[in-house]
């Protein structure tokens, strides 16, 4: 099994507390084997699986997700039918841009841009 790449992007999001909540899209490739059927994928930030697809056809999700760090890794795994995973993939780095400005009403927003 192997997982050929994981890009993460983070839409525009605005946010009202210090853990950031995101929509994030995820998109990659995979070289199944015949050996292994798999059920679907799974997505992993910091080690703690956080969305997932039951689509082995599947080669992008969106998914949201909470943001307690500036950077936040992610890794990705198949599902097997017998219940297991495969390895994780290679761990990617998603690094927060905070932006600050004030709106219309004076109030102060914060918002992350990609």
């Given at each position: 099994m192997k997982?050929i790449?994981?890009?993460?992007?983070?839409?525009?999001?605005?946010?009202a507390?210090?853990?950031?909540?995101?929509?994030?899209?995820?998109?990659?490739?995979?070289?199944?084997?015949?050996?292994?059927?798999?059920?679907?994928f799974?997505?992993?930030?910091?080690?703690e699986p956080?969305?997932q697809?039951?689509?082995?056809?599947?080669?992008?999700?969106?998914?949201?997700?909470?943001?307690?760090?500036?950077?936040?890794?992610?890794?990705?795994?198949?599902?097997?039918?017998d219940?297991?995973?495969?390895?994780?993939?290679?761990?990617?780095?998603?690094?927060?841009?905070?932006?600050?400005?004030?709106?219309?009403s004076?109030?102060?927003i914060?918002?992350n841009?990609?």
């Amino acid at each position: 099994m192997k997982l050929i790449g994981l890009l993460i992007w983070a839409f525009l999001l605005v946010i009202a507390h210090p853990v950031l909540g995101a929509s994030i899209h995820v998109e990659w490739g995979y070289e199944p084997q015949e050996a292994y059927p798999i059920t679907g994928f799974k997505l992993y930030q910091e080690w703690e699986p956080v969305c997932q697809t039951i689509d082995p056809t599947k080669r992008a999700m969106d998914c949201y997700v909470t943001l307690p760090a500036s950077i936040i890794s992610y890794t990705l795994t198949a599902t097997y039918v017998d219940g297991t995973e495969s390895p994780h993939s290679n761990q990617y780095l998603f690094v927060t841009m905070r932006k600050r400005f004030r709106g219309s009403s004076g109030q102060l927003i914060r918002f992350n841009v990609q």
